[in-house]
């Protein structure tokens, strides 16, 4: 089991450019999600999934975009980059076995910087 | 008001102490909690999540949780350096989705 896995893990763009950050399961989770972390700060919402053809936005969906086509594989999508996009992002999936226990699993991240 | 409310830290603790980091929430209608580890540079990582009230112990760590006063803790015993991390502290919602709602983490520091 490889778990979750992310590409690449870092990643320089220039104002404007595009890129898609990779995130793939071996896991068979349902919810698959996507977080920013900003320095010193906690966990932020993009994205998510609760199954393959089914998504929905975050806390901060903006210049951002997602598809989930199978239930392996969640790409995250930047569309004209910006300076304030410059973070973390970490690609994370879960499996709920019931309300009170959904831990979640996380990628290794990316790092991210916009000049 | 933050739905979830982490001290930054850093807190420092010498080697073989008691660390004890706290969360408190504003949503009542909070039902499940987790604690995370996150090395520098590392993703986060599941330590333990409790949902009733009182302790849950897992080796040198204990969860705390209080609904009335809406709190979370989570106990170290016997510090090491390589619990040296930063503590995230999150929260699963009834009406979330499945969404979890993060805190900002503390900072802990374990000192030799």
């Known amino acids: 089991n490889a778990g979750v896995t992310q590409t690449p893990k870092f990643r320089i763009l220039k104002i404007g450019q595009s890129m898609t950050l990779q995130c793939t399961q071996d896991?068979?989770?349902?919810?698959m999600y996507w977080y920013r972390q900003d320095p010193g700060m906690g966990l932020k919402l993009i994205y998510y999934s609760v199954g393959a053809g089914i998504t929905d936005k975050g806390e901060v969906p903006n210049g951002y975009n997602v598809s989930r086509s199978t239930t392996e594989d969640f790409p995250l999508r930047l569309e004209l980059a910006a300076p304030s996009q410059t973070s973390v992002y970490f690609c994370a999936s879960s499996y709920s076995l019931d309300r009170v226990n959904t831990e979640a699993f996380f990628g290794q991240g990316t790092r991210l910087t916009v000049v | 008001q933050k739905e979830v409310e982490q001290n930054s830290g850093p807190l420092s603790v010498p080697e073989g102490a008691i660390a004890s980091l706290n969360c408190t929430y504003s949503?009542?209608?909070?039902?499940?909690f987790f604690w995370y580890r996150q090395y520098s540079g590392k993703s986060p990582e599941l330590i333990m999540f409790?949902?009733s009230n009182g302790d849950k112990e897992d080796g040198r760590f204990t969860a705390q949780l209080n609904k009335a006063s809406q709190y979370v803790s989570l106990l170290i015993r016997d510090s090491q350096p390589s619990d040296s991390a930063t503590y995230l502290c999150?929260?699963?919602?009834?009406?979330?989705?499945?969404?979890?709602?993060w805190g900002a983490g503390t900072k802990l520091i374990i000192k030799p």
């Open positions: 949503d009542r209608g909070s039902q499940s």
């Open positions: 999150a929260l699963l919602k009834r009406d979330s989705n499945y969404q979890l709602i």
């Open positions: 896991m068979n989770h349902n919810y």
């Open positions: 409790i949902y």
